[in-house]
T-cell receptor, first 109, second 116 residues
Framework: DAKTTQPNSMESNEEEPVHLPCNHS???????IHWYRQLPSQGPEYVIH???SNVNNRMASLAIAEDRKSSTLILHRATLRDAAVYYC??????????FGAGTRLTVKP | GAGVSQSPSNKVTEKGKDVELRCDPI?????LYWYRQSLGQGLEFLIY????????KSGLPSDRFSAERTGGSVSTLTIQRTQQEDSAVYLC??????????????FGPGTRLTVL
């Protein structure tokens, strides 16, 4: 399975943008890039996914590098409720997802 | 609508006992997944059911672990002769598989298993 690499932790100030990076240099042409997050004491929840083009939804934006070897999850205005572990996952089809350690985001008031 | 539910929410058992964990997926979701998460760790895939196909059991850590899915809906994860290292949060997820095949997984709240 193609692997992803994320920083262990990041900090942000409330109401500032946050850019969460993910490297996936061995990505294949059919791998989608998925992002999930896990709030404290909860199961993970879907954030966003994309293939080649940048994607926007109500939660976040996903910027995908032209060579697809990296991507960045963008939270436009971090709130205290965005404090969570963010997982970047490559997925090809309807198979299971292999979660890495993710990035623990701390949001400071 | 109702999300994925899991029961019990917490389970404390003694080493050597068997436990059963239940997952009720979202109605109509044909794919069901089990993961476990040890304290402070990421999720570890255990098993994946898709419709009537044979499950992908490649993540099960030992033959003490088994799972079944009855009627394409409810799933039960069974751990026999529990060990202390089985202590973790066991998470279930389901997804709707259709023409748009990259469907998000919806997770339940998990079952926290503690083996004394």
């Amino acid at each position: 399975d193609a692997k992803t690499t994320q920083p262990n932790s990041m900090e942000s100030n409330e109401e500032e943008p946050v850019h969460l990076p993910c490297n996936h240099s061995t990505i294949s042409g059919t791998d989608y890039i998925h992002w999930y997050r896990q709030l404290p004491s909860q199961g993970p929840e879907y954030v966003i996914h994309g293939l080649t083009s940048n994607v926007n939804n109500r939660m976040a934006s996903l910027a995908i590098a032209e060579d697809r070897k990296s991507s960045t999850l963008i939270l436009h205005r971090a709130t205290l409720r965005d404090a969570a572990v963010y997982y970047c996952i490559l997925r090809d089809g309807d198979n299971d997802m292999r979660f890495g350690a993710g990035t623990r985001l701390t949001v400071k008031p | 609508g109702a999300g994925v539910s899991q029961s019990p929410s917490n389970k404390v058992t003694e080493k050597g006992k068997d436990v059963e964990l239940r997952c009720d997926p979202i109605s109509g979701h044909t794919a069901l997944y089990w993961y476990r998460q040890s304290l402070g760790q990421g999720l570890e895939f255990l098993i994946y059911f898709q419709g009537n196909s044979a499950p992908d059991k490649s993540g099960l850590p030992s033959d003490r672990f088994s799972a079944e899915r009855t009627g394409g809906s409810v799933s039960t994860l069974t751990i026999q002769r529990t060990q202390q290292e089985d202590s973790a949060v066991y998470l279930c997820a389901s997804s709707l598989v259709g023409a748009s095949s990259y469907n998000e997984q919806f997770f339940g709240p998990g079952t926290r298993l503690t083996v004394l």
